[in-house]
């Protein structure tokens, strides 16, 4: 009897083994576009929803270009660069659009942490560049002025 | 037609993609002048790269994403390099275009 329940709980032992890491893998694996994080309305709610906290850090690794009056709110060439380390992720909010996140960049070990985009500003505002780095998020931020919005129609 | 443009260049070991996707990046906040309906939201969600088969960048855009985007990264790589750069919208179309580094 012994003999059995030690096989019997062995082998639910291995099971809740494999169980475990196919959890963890897709948590680790590419998340669904994150629906959540891109209806907040608030910037600091914003940055919670994706990050889990707001501690964020001012870094002058973090090169954020984007244009300081724009001309057209449909067309901001936004571009980032970053000579920090271990890129996961780059990040860039808009603080006053209808929706401060407007799009998140997922990094591999192949990419090289500079991406470039145009958005979308409905109003002049302050964009925030935000890099994952291990486990920080430093941030750079720009005021943009709009002088014809994007987003009315 | 594809709706993907991509021209990729290699210079001291790391590729610059640059990438003009056709779409119309409808936040869903706009109306119609003429009958004042709601134009509905179609803009692409995710934007996903290979090199070589080997995943480099995820991307995940919002509504705020200009009309026809156009979308630059770099990484490591070299000329000859299958880049595949390929999007899936709100209304599940999608796109594929694979192109070499010159």
């Not at chain 1, 996140?101 to 070990?109: H, I, P, V």
């Amino acid at each position: 009897m012994k003999r059995r329940n030690f096989i019997k709980n062995s082998m639910l032992f291995a099971g809740a083994l494999t169980a475990l890491p196919s959890v963890l893998f897709t948590k680790k694996s590419y998340a669904a576009w994150p629906k959540t994080s891109f209806d907040i309305k608030d910037l600091t709610d914003s940055v919670k929803s994706v990050y889990g906290h707001n501690n964020l850090e001012e870094s002058s690794k973090i090169k954020l270009k984007a244009p300081s009056i724009a001309e057209n709110g449909a067309i901001v060439p936004i571009n980032v660069s970053t000579s920090l380390d271990n890129v996961d992720s780059i990040m860039i909010f808009v603080e006053n659009n209808p929706q401060p996140l407007s799009s998140g960049y997922q990094l591999t070990q192949l990419a090289e942490p500079s991406i470039g985009t145009r958005l979308k500003m409905g109003k002049t505002s302050n964009v925030m560049a935000a890099v994952k780095s291990g486990d920080k998020v430093y941030t750079a931020t720009q005021e943009v002025k709009v002088t014809i919005g994007g987003c009315g129609g | 037609m594809s709706t993907i443009k991509m021209r990729s260049k290699e210079s001291n070991g790391v590729v610059t993609v640059k990438a003009l996707i056709k779409h119309p990046m409808e936040t869903g906040q706009r109306k119609n002048k003429k009958t004042g309906d709601i134009i509905p939201a179609h803009y692409i969600q995710e934007v996903h790269s290979k090199a070589n088969g080997k995943d480099v960048i995820t991307i995940h855009w919002g509504p705020a994403v200009s009309k026809n985007p156009y979308l630059t990264f770099k990484y490591k790589g070299n000329k000859g390099d299958d880049v595949e750069i390929s999007w899936v919208d709100n209304q599940g179309n999608k796109d594929t275009k694979i192109g070499k580094v010159k």
